[in-house]
């Protein structure tokens, strides 16, 4: 019987970050839980796909844009549940217990937020986007996806936008739950700007769902 888990994970210049993340997913595959491993570049142009090479990832490219990324990736997805990660996620000791668990109940979950970063602001940002992702079954990208793939192909799957395809898939799927290991991410856009940079995130989310173009808000997200 084959593993269940694809893993799916968009890069763009990732060679700094990706290594870390998959170090990380050793675990699962130890534990013969992952199936395979799907890098979805972006157009790289460093050693990207080197380092996805080195550990037999699969490899797809296309045009940049994350929600256009993880799209492709999944479609050349062959296991019964995905887990979509950002390049410069590293997922915690016992996240494969977790996982499992996730699993075994059925639906759709996320982890709960750490950066790799100390101090007030990073834990500011960080229960900020947990309390958020509790209470409304909305997480970030970047708290990673764990979804069943007849329930990912039921919701309609990524939207080719370029931004909030974290959120726009989110809200299609049945209500999110917290997994039971953590997730640390990168910190390196929030670097001196936590407050500015988290409510930003808050409020790009909050116009999201009224209705606000994801073109405009991807126009308000570069400048920041």
Known sequence: MRAALSIVIPTLNAEPVLPACLISLMEGVEAGLVRELIVSDGGSSDATRTIADEVGARW?????GRGGQLARGVE??????????????VLGPGWVEAVERGMARGGPAY???RFRARGLGPRVVAGWANLRARALGLPFGDQGLLVPRAMYDAAGGYPEIPLMEDVALARALPRLRPLEARLETGWARYEGRWARQGAGNLVRQARFLMGADPARLARGYGRD
């Open 60 to 64: 797809v490219e296309g045009p940049p």
């Open 76 to 89: 050349r997805a062959g296991g019964d549940w995905l887990l979509a990660l950002h390049a410069d996620s």
């Open 111 to 113: 982890f709960p937020l």
